[in-house]
């Protein structure tokens, strides 16, 4: 059977293009040109066994992604310093040999619930019978501070709030002279309990299940001109806090690394 010279001339060309696969792409992994487009397509699927190792580990116990990192030949660990996020990279090379990083573990650490309701709650402003809630709710966490900056007991700091009583009283003043006559009124609004109300507080918890213990320090604001008592909460230095928390976050990985890992401060991006 003879050939035309269109088909020799196809033979040709694949054979070509089969010759400068195998002197481009010096791999482990295998490849082919498909006849039908040319493109190139790995053989990898039908191995025993990958090519390469790679993986993607992720969790939120430190104490995991530690053992994790330590238990990989060649880490290199990238502690995000603006977030409670970590990266371990196993196969990131150098500049001489780079490698894929394809195998890596992240770690990223859950806040808990009581932090988060401190966080949602800076800001807010409660009506009465909602902040008096609020502290019977969280009483276990709450520690109020009275006027005189002195801790005392949380059932009289809920009592207080409930019983909280609003006094308007109206003060004239009166001036005759022979080249003025004036009057003035001065509106006085006061907050009267029966207990010390609470003017700040410290809201004890942990804030990362990893973490130590921290007291988030509150600011309490008594609005008074409804009819209705109304009170505001903030948190007192919140980026302190942060600052402090992500400087425990830091010290704790790099003390449970090995000597062998490369430890950065800062984030990579691979792509």
Same mark, same amino acid.
């Given at each position: 059977? %003879?050939?035309?010279? $269109?088909?020799?001339?196809?033979?040709?060309?694949?054979?070509?293009?089969?010759?400068?696969?195998?002197?481009?792409?010096?791999?482990?992994?295998?490849?082919?040109?498909?006849?039908?487009?040319?493109?190139?397509?790995?053989?990898?699927?039908?191995?025993?066994?990958?090519?390469?190792?790679?993986?993607?580990?992720?969790? %939120?116990?430190?104490?995991? =992604?530690?053992?994790?990192?330590?238990?990989?030949?060649?880490?290199?660990?990238?502690?995000?310093?603006? %977030?409670?996020?970590?990266?371990?990279? =196993?196969?990131?090379?150098?500049?001489?040999?780079?490698?894929?990083?394809?195998?890596?573990? %992240?770690?990223?650490?859950?806040?808990?619930?009581?932090?988060?309701?401190?966080?949602?709650?800076?800001?807010?402003?409660?009506?009465?019978?909602?902040?008096?809630?609020?502290?019977?709710?969280?009483?276990?966490?709450?520690?109020?501070?009275?006027?005189?900056?002195? $801790?005392?007991?949380?059932?009289?700091?809920?009592?207080?709030?409930?019983?909280?009583?609003?006094?308007?009283?109206?003060?004239?003043?009166?001036?005759?002279?022979?080249?003025?006559?004036?009057?003035?009124?001065?509106?006085?609004?006061?907050?009267?309990?029966?207990?010390?109300?609470?003017?700040?507080?410290?809201?004890?918890?942990?804030?990362?299940?990893?973490?130590?213990?921290?007291?988030?320090?509150?600011?309490?604001?008594?609005?008074?001109?409804?009819?209705?008592?109304?009170?505001?909460?903030?948190?007192?230095?919140?980026?302190?806090?942060?600052?402090?928390?992500?400087?425990?976050?830091?010290?704790?990985?790099?003390?449970? =690394?090995?000597?062998?890992?490369?430890?950065?401060?800062?984030?990579?991006?691979?792509?």
């Amino acid at each position: 059977m %003879s050939l035309s010279q $269109d088909a020799i001339k196809e033979l040709d060309d694949k054979s070509v293009v089969g010759k400068q696969i195998e002197q481009i792409f010096k791999c482990d992994t295998p490849l082919v040109a498909l006849p039908s487009d040319y493109n190139i397509h790995s053989l990898e699927n039908y191995m025993d066994q990958r090519a390469r190792f790679r993986a993607k580990f992720s969790t %939120s116990v430190l104490s995991e =992604f530690i053992k994790y990192t330590n238990d990989n030949d060649d880490a290199s660990c990238f502690i995000n310093t603006r %977030s409670m996020n970590a990266l371990s990279i =196993f196969d990131l090379g150098d500049y001489a040999d780079p490698g894929h990083a394809e195998n890596t573990a %992240s770690l990223s650490l859950n806040t808990t619930s009581p932090y988060d309701e401190a966080i949602s709650t800076s800001g807010q402003t409660f009506s009465q019978k909602g902040f008096a809630e609020w502290l019977e709710d969280w009483r276990l966490h709450i520690s109020p501070i009275n006027q005189n900056g002195d $801790d005392y007991d949380i059932k009289q700091a809920i009592s207080a709030v409930r019983k909280l009583t609003i006094e308007a009283s109206q003060k004239s003043d009166h001036a005759d002279s022979d080249l003025n006559r004036s009057r003035s009124a001065v509106e006085m609004i006061e907050a009267k309990s029966e207990n010390p109300l609470p003017m700040s507080f410290t809201f004890s918890c942990k804030p990362y299940e990893d973490l130590k213990e921290r007291q988030i320090y509150f600011r309490v604001s008594i609005i008074t001109s409804h009819t209705e008592p109304r009170f505001t909460l903030r948190i007192i230095q919140l980026e302190k806090l942060r600052e402090e928390m992500l400087m425990e976050f830091r010290e704790k990985l790099q003390a449970g =690394f090995n000597e062998e890992i490369q430890v950065y401060l800062g984030s990579i991006n691979t792509d």
